[in-house]
């Protein structure tokens, strides 16, 4: 079942500006994973973080969690035109199955 | 990781026909791969986890009969869409599962998806 529920629900954002957006989860996880999706694709994994870190980076990338909340954030600094595409969340609980977040739909302007 | 391929990349049949899409992977053997629905604009929503040499496990609300699924090797899993109806119109999307059992971090690697349109 769909587990993540995320915020804003779509982004616009001019190049080089920072975007941010929010996941919050409602059960224990093992872990929590940011994937992107680009229009009419498959998705591509971005950065995986678990229950006992509190903040990771990849790049460009930044997530934060907070297991006392039941949130995270994925920061993508700098952006580009590339990054244009949906973001979802997706927990694992531990028993091997992924939920995944609504998404956030994020538009970069050149 | 894993690379995943599907196959085919978009088909258009009839109502009442039934289709099968392919999800292999590539580089790795796959004891469990994942099948993944996803409507215009939605998330995706898991149908059924596809396990090799048994029988699939299906979420709720998913009918087993309608969605068939055969993972007879560990880097082919099909799925047939049986009777497919407009309603069954999606998005599929596998996935294969890396951690073998081992698991401390699930991470999936997905395929490129599967347009279905019925018409």
């Known amino acids: 079942s769909q587990q993540g529920e995320e915020d804003p629900q779509a982004l616009s954002i001019q190049e080089g500006e920072n975007a941010t957006m929010n996941c919050s989860y409602k059960?224990?996880?093992?872990?929590l994973q940011w994937y992107r999706q680009n229009s009419g694709r498959g998705l591509v994994h971005l950065i995986l973080i678990r229950s006992n870190e509190r903040e990771k980076h990849s790049g460009r990338l930044r997530v934060t969690l907070d297991t006392s909340k039941k949130s995270s954030s994925l920061l993508i600094t700098a952006s580009r035109a590339a990054d244009t595409a949906s973001y979802f969340c997706a927990t694992d609980d531990n028993d091997y199955k992924l939920s995944f977040g609504a998404g956030t739909t994020v538009t970069v302007r050149a | 990781g894993a690379v995943v391929s599907q196959h085919p990349s978009r088909v258009i049949c009839k109502s009442g026909t039934s289709v099968k899409i392919e999800c292999r992977s590539l580089?790795?053997?796959?004891?469990?791969m994942f099948w993944y629905r996803q409507f215009p604009k939605q998330s995706l929503m898991l149908m059924a986890t596809?396990?090799?040499?048994?029988?699939?496990?299906?979420e709720q609300g998913v009918e087993k009969d309608k969605f068939l699924i055969n993972h007879a090797s560990l880097t082919l899993s099909t799925l047939t869409v049986t009777s497919a109806h407009p309603e069954d119109s999606s998005f599929y999307i596998c996935s294969v599962e890396t951690s073998g059992g081992a698991n401390f971090d699930n991470e999936q690697f997905f395929g490129p998806g599967t347009r279905l349109t019925v018409l």
């Open positions: 580089d790795f053997q796959a004891t469990t």
């Open positions: 596809s396990n090799e040499g048994s029988k699939a496990t299906y």
């Open positions: 059960t224990s996880i093992n872990n």
